[in-house]
């Protein structure tokens, strides 16, 4: 197998990995916001406005977290500048070959 | 497939190239600005008033009471700056409705120039409220050593945004492109709906981020004079 195969392989697979494992945290801590955010506005309902606010600021950067990890994500399957390296050579190669 | 509207080229002569996040911002600028200039022609005082001068109000208010909230004192300082953050980042969100539209948030481009320019505003504003002493002052706050620390947190925050921006945009337009090759219909307009949810919670989240930012800026340490609690 040539480099660019095993270039893909690894992509793929990091990528997929980057995900699975990347979501677990934020997802977890998410929740735990939400929750103690419902018992804090069921003991005081008065201050539910400001509760929910500073909740969705908190669960935005929480979520952050799932961003950067989705970004990499993209970038290994989209953007992936190790395989258009790889593509860029391939292809050199076989223009030299051919001539 | 495309990450994101830079890629979509209209028009391109030598270096000079218009892509779909230079038109679409154009195209929403030319909507908001034209917009309000024809609902604040006849602006009222009495009782009625045109409906689109209510919605225009209640947004205004509805921002000038969020700046509040969050501890700036002045509002009309500041509205400006936030209101229009807050306004372009949920228009170019509902616009994704719109077929053949994709929102420049969903650019990189479009978030960290956003980003930068609130980079820029806070100390502008900081300066502005408390003098370029205080302001300086407040990098070495509580010791001398947090110095790196403070200005660490102020780039990486700037960084935060506009990547939290660009990914949350970027995979509502990626999600949607994905699902409309596997399962028409009904899935998909789940998804857009909920990416308008997120499109709107991440505009309210951008500004509320820049006025908290610019608060903890402009804070000025007075201390506060302590009152009686029952008066006797």
Not at chain 1, 45 to 53: K, L, N, V
Not at chain 2, 180 to 188: A, G, H, S, V, Y
Request: aromatic letters at 10%; glycine letters at 6%.
């Amino acid at each position: 197998m040539d480099s660019a195969t095993y270039i893909a392989i690894a992509s793929i697979i990091t990528s997929g990995l980057t995900m699975a494992i990347g979501s677990i945290g934020p997802a977890l801590g998410e929740g735990r916001a939400v929750a103690t955010a419902l018992t804090s506005i069921a003991q005081q309902p008065d201050a539910s406005a400001t509760i929910t606010r500073t909740l969705f600021v908190g669960l935005a950067m929480v979520e952050s977290v799932a961003i950067y990890c989705f970004v990499v994500s993209m970038i290994l399957i989209f953007a992936n500048p190790f395989w258009n390296a790889a593509v860029a050579a391939t292809a050199a190669a076989a223009t030299a070959a051919g001539n | 497939m495309r990450l994101s509207p830079d890629q979509m080229v209209f028009w391109q002569s030598g270096f000079v190239k218009l892509n779909g996040t230079i038109v679409f911002t154009w195209a929403l600028m030319a909507v908001m600005v034209i917009g309000s200039i024809l609902v604040t022609r006849r602006l009222s005082n009495e009782m009625s008033r045109s409906r689109w001068q209510n919605l225009l109000e209640i947004i205004v208010t509805g921002i000038q009471d969020q700046i509040k909230e969050v501890g700036l004192k002045h509002p009309e300082t500041y509205i400006g700056f936030i209101g229009t953050l807050f306004l372009f980042v949920a228009v170019s969100a509902l616009s994704s409705i719109i077929p053949g539209f994709e929102p420049p948030t969903s650019s990189l481009s479009t978030t960290a120039a956003l980003a930068l320019s609130v980079f820029v505003a806070v100390p502008i504003y900081g300066i502005a409220e408390r003098g370029f002493g205080s302001y300086f002052h407040s990098y070495v706050e509580p010791t001398f050593v947090m110095l790196p620390f403070n200005i660490i947190s102020d780039l990486s925050r700037t960084l935060a945004l506009a990547i939290r921006l660009f990914g949350n945009m970027m995979s509502g337009t990626m999600i949607l492109a994905i699902l409309l090759t596997i399962t028409p219909f009904i899935f998909p307009v789940a998804m857009s709906a909920l990416g308008l949810l997120t499109g709107m919670v991440q505009a309210y989240i951008f500004s509320i981020l820049a006025a908290v930012y610019i608060a903890s800026a402009t804070r000025t340490r007075k201390a506060a004079p302590a009152k009686p609690v029952a008066a006797a």
